[in-house]
């Protein structure tokens, strides 16, 4: 028998077995296999990813408070609900003017860290386009890193004194070395491919630099201002416990010299709902910049 004559007899017996009233037989039907909470390599949907980190935010509230529950009541000061703090900061902002504090803050960081990218973004992209200028700077710039900005707070004391600028150098120096160093890794993983292209259809060095070099890497250098940010706000604090009279690091030494604990982290959520936003910000700026990069996500 033929393969007609099979497809011919395999036809008649689907249309005798629906003559019969017999449901044709059907093949296994595939079933997409569940996806295991921790799945190596998984995949998120928007939807999900929201309510897993409304999540994660919940269950750390949660725990707070079962810790605070679990505190014996006399030392429970020392450990304050998550009411307390929350009408703590609703206190300082209403009745002692926390806002002007915050934004004293704000601008702090924002101001130290444009400065630090002007300095840092230039010298990673050179560096990482021209081999010898990297074999010259790049073992200083890799020693500095090592060096722990709270160091320098004796010497920036003596230079300029208990000033808003002193504060504004540690800042400063608290993250330039660390950025410089990843922008440097940022363009030295931008594909040889492209500037060896570049190169064979004639264009300049320059032109290599900033529109071949620099906006290749531009996404990722983007990414890596995002993660300095956040280690710019870790010494916010530093910055603002030395002789200073306003900022959110004032206000929680102000709160420490009194044991008002409730006070000690309201300034830290504070910090930390700021850097939340800080870190929203720009992902919504490469949301719009680089709108190239959705599409390969």
């Known amino acids: 028998m033929n393969d007609t004559q099979q497809s011919i007899s395999g036809s008649e017996a689907v249309t005798n077995a629906s003559l019969d009233g017999e449901a044709p037989e059907k093949g296994p039907v595939f079933k997409q296999p569940k996806e295991r909470f921790l799945g190596l390599r998984g995949s998120v949907d928007r939807t999900q990813s ?50 002007a504090d915050v934004a004293k803050s704000v601008y702090r960081i924002y101001v130290s860290f444009f400065f630090a990218c002007l300095f840092a973004v230039p010298l990673g992209l050179f560096m990482g386009s021209f081999v010898k200028l990297r074999a010259l700077i790049n073992p200083t710039v890799g020693g500095l890193r090592y060096l722990p900005a709270a160091s320098f707070v004796p010497l920036l004391l003596v230079y300029f004194g208990p000033t808003d600028f002193a504060k504004l150098a540690l800042l400063f120096l608290g993250c330039v070395f660390f950025l410089t160093a990843l922008i440097l890794d940022n363009v030295e993983a931008v594909p040889k491919e492209l500037v060896e292209s570049a190169q064979t259809m004639g264009a300049g060095r320059w032109h290599i630099v900033f529109k071949v070099t620099f906006r290749s890497a531009a996404p990722q250098i983007l990414d890596s201002m995002r993660n300095m940010i956040a280690v710019s706000w870790t010494y916010l604090v530093i910055a603002e416990i030395v002789a200073a009279t306003d900022g959110i690091g004032a206000v929680m030494m102000r709160g420490a010299r009194f044991l008002h604990v409730d006070i000690i982290m309201g300034g830290i959520l504070t910090i930390g709902v700021l850097g939340v936003l800080t870190d929203i910000s720009f992902r919504i700026a490469g949301h719009f910049l680089f709108p190239y990069m959705r599409v390969r996500r």
């Open 50 to 99: 929201m309510a897993l980190g409304l999540l994660g935010v919940v269950a750390f509230f949660v725990a707070w408070e079962v810790a605070h529950i679990l505190t014996p009541e006399n030392q429970q000061k020392f450990l304050p609900s998550v009411g307390q703090v929350v009408g703590k900061i609703t206190y300082l902002f209403a009745e002692k003017g926390y806002v």
